[in-house]
C-alpha cells in the first residue's frame, strides 16, 4: 500500500513540473529528478532522499545554478494550482507563516533573528498561501515568501511602528499574498481568504472592499466602531445567542486534540479608521463580526476557545454562520504537515515543492 502511494506521489511531482521552464533542459530534467525524489521520501532531508551521492551533488549543483530561481520553480506549481482550483465553485485560500529554526548551524550565513531577542534564535520566516476546498482537499500554493528579520535592530516602540507606513512593516507580507491570490482568482470561482489574528490589518479590510474580494481573519485588536456603541467585542458580546455547535481542536505541541461546544454569536459592526499619520485618509469599513465562544469548558482547559472572526462575506442567519466558522477550521490544514503516507498526492505535493524552496533557501543563504 505504500509503495503504491509513493508511486503516486512520483507521478503527480513528474506532472506538476512537465511545464518548468529553467532555459537549460538538463535543469528542466534536474528538477524533475529533485521533485520525484523528495516525493518519494518526502520526511527526509534531501541527501537521503536521493538515490546515491553523485545525485545528491547534482540536486545542490541544481539549487546552487543562478539560472534556478523560487520564482521559476514556483510558476508551474501556480499554474497548476489555479487550474485545479477551477473545478470548484468556492475555494479557500489560507495564509500562514512558519519560521524554520537554524540556531544550530552557526556558520550559516545571511540568516535573520528569529523567536524573542532573549531566545537569541536564527532562521528565517516562510509565509505561504495554500488554495483548499471547504472540505479540507489541499490544492496546491497560490504564494509564497521569505523574509529575515535584521539581527541587533532595536524592537519599534507602539508609537513608532504606528508612524511606520504599512508597505516598511513586517505585516504587510499578508496584504502582498491577498493581492497575489486576488491576481490568480479564475472567474466564476469564489475564493475566500482566511488568515489569523496576525492578518487583523485595517489595510487588508480595505483591499478586500477595493477588489471586492472575500476575506475572513481572526480579530486580535479589540477595534473602535463608527457606531452607539463603541468598542468591537462589546457589541458581538451584546448579541442573542443564534445557537450552539461542536469543533474539533486540532492537537499541535502546546495542546491536545478535543472537541469543544460553543456558543454563536453575530452581528454587523462598521470599523472606525485607525489613525495613519501624514498617510492616505482610510474609509470606515463594515463587515460581519461572528463571536465563537466556549462558555462552559472542562476543568483542565487552560486556554477556552473564543474566536471573533471578521468577515466581508453574506451572514444573515445562523446557517451562513456556521458556514464561516467551517471556512475558520480549514484553516488548520496549513498547520498540519503532510508526510509521504498522505492518502493524497497534492498534500504530500505540497510538501515537495515546500521542500524544493526551503533547500534552495537554505543553499542560497
Same mark, same amino acid.
Given at each position: 500500500?505504500?509503495?503504491?502511494?509513493?508511486?503516486?506521489?512520483i507521478?503527480? /511531482?513528474?506532472? &506538476?513540473f512537465?511545464?518548468?521552464?529553467?532555459?537549460?533542459?538538463?535543469?528542466?530534467?534536474r528538477?524533475?529528478?529533485?521533485?520525484?525524489?523528495?516525493?518519494?521520501?518526502?520526511t527526509?532531508?534531501?541527501?537521503?532522499?536521493?538515490?546515491?551521492w553523485?545525485?545528491?551533488?547534482?540536486?545542490y549543483?541544481?539549487?546552487?545554478?543562478?539560472?534556478?530561481?523560487?520564482?521559476?520553480?514556483l /510558476?508551474? %506549481?501556480?499554474?497548476? +494550482?489555479?487550474k485545479?482550483?477551477?473545478?470548484?465553485?468556492?475555494v479557500l485560500?489560507?495564509?500562514?507563516? +512558519?519560521?524554520?529554526?537554524?540556531? %544550530?548551524?552557526?556558520?550559516?550565513?545571511?540568516?535573520?533573528?528569529?523567536?524573542?531577542?532573549?531566545?537569541? $534564535?536564527?532562521?528565517?520566516g516562510?509565509?505561504?498561501?495554500?488554495?483548499v476546498?471547504?472540505?479540507?482537499?489541499?490544492?496546491g500554493l497560490?504564494?509564497?515568501q521569505?523574509?529575515?528579520?535584521?539581527?541587533?535592530?532595536?524592537s %519599534?516602540?507602539?508609537?513608532?511602528? $504606528?508612524?511606520?507606513?504599512?508597505?516598511e512593516?513586517?505585516?504587510?507580507?499578508?496584504?502582498? /499574498?491577498?493581492e497575489?491570490?486576488i491576481?490568480l482568482?479564475?472567474?466564476?470561482? $469564489?475564493?475566500?481568504t482566511?488568515?489569523?489574528r &496576525?492578518a487583523? #490589518?485595517? &489595510?487588508?479590510?480595505v483591499?478586500?472592499?477595493e477588489?471586492?474580494?472575500?476575506?475572513?481573519?481572526r480579530?486580535?485588536?479589540d477595534?473602535?466602531?463608527d457606531? !452607539?456603541?463603541?468598542?468591537?467585542w462589546?457589541k458581538?458580546e451584546?448579541? +442573542?445567542?443564534?445557537? !450552539?455547535i461542536?469543533v474539533?481542536?486540532i492537537?499541535?505541541?502546546?495542546?491536545k =486534540?478535543r472537541?469543544? #461546544?460553543?456558543?454563536?454569536?453575530f452581528c454587523?459592526?462598521?470599523?472606525?479608521p485607525?489613525?495613519?499619520?501624514q498617510?492616505?485618509k482610510?474609509?470606515p469599513?463594515?463587515l460581519?463580526a #461572528?463571536?465563537?465562544? &466556549?462558555d462552559?469548558?472542562?476543568?483542565?482547559?487552560?486556554?477556552?476557545?473564543?474566536?471573533?472572526?471578521?468577515?466581508?462575506t453574506?451572514?444573515?442567519?445562523?446557517?451562513?454562520?456556521?458556514?464561516?466558522?467551517?471556512?475558520?477550521?480549514?484553516?488548520?490544514?496549513?498547520?498540519?504537515?503532510?508526510? =509521504?503516507?498522505s492518502?493524497n498526492p497534492? /498534500?504530500?505535493?505540497?510538501t515537495?515543492v515546500?521542500k524544493l524552496?526551503?533547500?534552495?533557501?537554505?543553499i542560497s543563504?
Amino acid at each position: 500500500m505504500a509503495s503504491k502511494q509513493k508511486s503516486k506521489n512520483i507521478s503527480w /511531482a513528474t506532472e &506538476e513540473f512537465s511545464k518548468i521552464q529553467l532555459k537549460d533542459k538538463r535543469l528542466n530534467q534536474r528538477c524533475k529528478k529533485v521533485a520525484r525524489a523528495l516525493a518519494q521520501q518526502s520526511t527526509e532531508p534531501i541527501n537521503q532522499a536521493c538515490e546515491d551521492w553523485a545525485d545528491t551533488k547534482a540536486a545542490y549543483r541544481f539549487f546552487d545554478n543562478p539560472k534556478v530561481s523560487p520564482e521559476k520553480i514556483l /510558476a508551474p %506549481h501556480y499554474e497548476r +494550482t489555479v487550474k485545479r482550483m477551477k473545478s470548484h465553485a468556492l475555494v479557500l485560500a489560507v495564509q500562514d507563516t +512558519t519560521f524554520f529554526n537554524y540556531t %544550530h548551524h552557526p556558520q550559516t550565513k545571511g540568516l535573520g533573528e528569529i523567536g524573542t531577542k532573549a531566545q537569541n $534564535q536564527r532562521g528565517f520566516g516562510m509565509h505561504s498561501t495554500l488554495a483548499v476546498t471547504p472540505q479540507g482537499l489541499p490544492l496546491g500554493l497560490l504564494t509564497q515568501q521569505y523574509f529575515e528579520r535584521p539581527i541587533g535592530e532595536a524592537s %519599534h516602540t507602539a508609537s513608532e511602528n $504606528q508612524k511606520l507606513p504599512i508597505e516598511e512593516k513586517e505585516s504587510y507580507r499578508w496584504i502582498e /499574498a491577498f493581492e497575489q491570490v486576488i491576481a490568480l482568482t479564475p472567474e466564476e470561482v $469564489q475564493v475566500v481568504t482566511v488568515c489569523d489574528r &496576525e492578518a487583523d #490589518i485595517y &489595510e487588508m479590510f480595505v483591499l478586500a472592499e477595493e477588489k471586492q474580494a472575500d476575506l475572513l481573519v481572526r480579530a486580535n485588536m479589540d477595534r473602535r466602531l463608527d457606531e !452607539e456603541a463603541k468598542y468591537l467585542w462589546a457589541k458581538v458580546e451584546s448579541q +442573542t445567542q443564534v445557537g !450552539e455547535i461542536t469543533v474539533d481542536i486540532i492537537g499541535n505541541d502546546k495542546r491536545k =486534540a478535543r472537541q469543544a #461546544i460553543v456558543s454563536v454569536r453575530f452581528c454587523t459592526v462598521t470599523l472606525r479608521p485607525p489613525w495613519r499619520p501624514q498617510q492616505k485618509k482610510l474609509p470606515p469599513i463594515t463587515l460581519t463580526a #461572528i463571536l465563537v465562544r &466556549e462558555d462552559n469548558p472542562a476543568a483542565d482547559i487552560k486556554e477556552p476557545i473564543e474566536w471573533l472572526l471578521l468577515t466581508n462575506t453574506i451572514v444573515n442567519d445562523f446557517s451562513q454562520a456556521l458556514q464561516v466558522i467551517e471556512w475558520y477550521c480549514s484553516r488548520w490544514q496549513i498547520e498540519v504537515s503532510q508526510s =509521504a503516507k498522505s492518502s493524497n498526492p497534492v /498534500a504530500a505535493l505540497k510538501t515537495v515543492v515546500c521542500k524544493l524552496l526551503c533547500v534552495f533557501k537554505t543553499i542560497s543563504l
